[in-house]
């Protein structure tokens, strides 16, 4: 493992990995197992995984600790399920209040699994480009094909565009289409990213604050994302970085 030492790359809490699960417990298990080897390379990340009052939260234990995966995860179980935000932030807002809080958090669905060097590749570029607050992953389907998507912030152009639902209009205003098929071999910006895999500065949040929990499920990383970016931060899209995803 890498030691720590004052480059800031080595912090002694460089990351904190986020996952929330609801009724996911065997996907949950299959991205942290994907997890292991690439915490075993990197120091000063863990991982914490809440259960949003799911019942699965002796399941995910007992793997845990069948395992031995317990000085690496922790796992809390809420008392309700308030959302994707809401579960989110039960594992922020703690570790912001640490005396030596996590450098970086990364936002990962249950079910995702993390590829070779995935988590190495975001930190490095985040370490590299201080004036990036949020980079999402590359993403890919169960199958290995891509899904090389980010976006755009909505607009009532892309509200018209997307209302009339007609391809040679999106191909006469692609600026205003909100999904933008990105590049495979380079970074780039983007408005929004998905929170499917996202990671996140620390000073975003001690600027803007935690995920809104008015968003239940869906539309919080979109808000997020504007909330960053008109405090100042850019938002970029790290292919590099690949993260299978099941869902779409």
């Known amino acids: 493992m890498d030691g720590a030492g004052s480059h800031p790359g080595r912090a002694s809490n460089r990351l904190l990995v986020v996952i929330v699960n609801y009724k996911t417990a065997p996907l949950t298990v299959a991205c942290l197992r994907s997890l292991k080897p690439e915490l075993e390379s990197l ?33 809390e179980v809420a008392a309700r ?48 480009n201080p004036e990036v607050g949020i980079a999402g992953s590359g993403i890919e389907n169960p199958d290995g094909s891509d899904w090389p998507m980010a976006f755009r912030f909505i607009s009532p152009g892309s509200q018209l565009v997307g209302g009339l639902r007609l391809g040679f209009v999106d191909r006469l205003f ?32 001690e600027l803007i604050g935690l995920l809104d929990e008015g968003y239940f499920l869906y539309f919080e990383d979109v808000d997020f994302c504007l909330r960053a970016s008109r405090a100042g931060w850019s938002c970029w899209y790290v292919p590099q970085a690949r993260v299978m995803h099941i869902g779409r």
Not at 92 to 121: C, H, K, Q, W, Y
Not at 176 to 196: C, E, K, L, N, T
Request: net charge neutral.
């Open 43 to 75: 120091s000063g990340a863990r991982v914490k995984v809440v259960d949003n009052a799911s019942g699965d939260g002796p399941a995910l234990d007992e793997v845990i600790r069948s395992h031995g995966w317990g000085d690496w995860v922790t796992l």
């Open 174 to 205: 692609p600026g205003w289409v909100v999904a933008r098929r990105m590049g495979q071999d380079r970074s780039a910006p983007a408005d929004w990213v998905s929170g499917a895999s996202m990671i996140i500065r620390r000073e975003v949040f």
């Open 81 to 128: 399920n308030g959302g994707f935000a809401a579960g989110n932030n039960m594992a922020i807002r703690p570790a912001l209040a640490l005396a030596d809080p996590p450098r970086f958090f990364m936002l990962l669905n249950s079910d995702t699994e993390v590829r070779a060097g995935a988590l190495r590749i975001l930190l490095d570029f985040m370490d590299a």
